[in-house]
Antibody, heavy 117, light 113 residues
């Protein structure tokens, strides 16, 4: 069974940092793109970032470029999102999601990030 | 950047009746490799999204056959032949052809009348 188990969210002050983690099991993590998608309270899904299967390339939404860094550790089958310089508008549930047959085959349970003083 | 536009944004339906959601993209979603990367996702209340359809019309494993996808180029449709109570939630189209801008549509909330 494929599982993406997320951790690392929480309450953080504006300007603060967090690292989100997503531990994958049950599928060939190293062979596929992985992504982060977020959902602000009561809003829709928004793509945040993607990383190539070997970690050599990454892409970011304009709203997070320069503040967020996506990475992956193939040995640990884990995806990360380092979030710096947090703003109120970054408050959202963050989902990790991974490709297999196509885009976004598998989803984690989501982890909430709240930016507030 | 590609813009994905769904309609309607709210869809009240009667149990057992059909439902249809439209998704339009501002650019063709035909990739240079010949594939059209248009997917549909369902998000039930309080749950993570789940993909239903990929590459326009391919149903994912475990998805009931009352769900179907169609379309080409810039116009796509998700149809539910007979709505059941478990179908309530928000439905999103998503394009994976042009990896810039918003990949997802705004979402369509399916509710039971």
């Amino acid at each position: 069974e494929v599982q993406l188990v997320q951790s690392g969210g929480g309450l953080v002050q504006p300007g603060g940092s967090l690292r989100l983690s997503c531990a994958a099991s049950g599928f060939t993590f190293s062979g596929h793109w992985m992504h982060w998608v977020r959902q602000a309270p009561g809003k829709g899904l928004v793509w945040v970032s993607s990383v190539f299967s070997d970690g050599s390339r990454a892409a970011y939404a304009d709203s997070v470029k320069g503040r967020f860094t996506i990475s992956r550790d193939t040995a640990k089958n884990t995806l990360y999102l380092q979030i710096n310089s947090l703003r109120a508008e970054d408050t959202a549930v963050y989902y990790c999601t991974g490709n297999s047959v196509d885009n976004f085959d598998y989803w984690g349970q989501g982890t909430p990030v709240t930016v507030s003083s | 950047d590609v813009v994905m536009t769904q309609s309607p944004l709210s869809l009240p339906v009667t149990l057992g009746q059909p439902a249809s959601i439209s998704c339009r993209s501002s650019q063709s979603l035909v990739h240079s490799d010949g594939n059209t990367y248009l997917s549909w996702f369902q998000q039930r209340p309080g749950q993570s999204p789940r993909r239903l359809i990929y590459r326009v019309s391919n149903r994912d494993s475990g998805v009931p056959d009352r769900f179907s996808g169609s379309g080409s180029g810039t116009d796509f449709t998700l149809k539910i032949s007979r709505v059941e109570a478990e179908d309530i939630g928000v439905y999103y189209c998503m394009q994976g052809t042009h990896w810039l801008g918003d990949l997802f549509g705004q979402g369509t909330e399916l509710e039971i009348k």
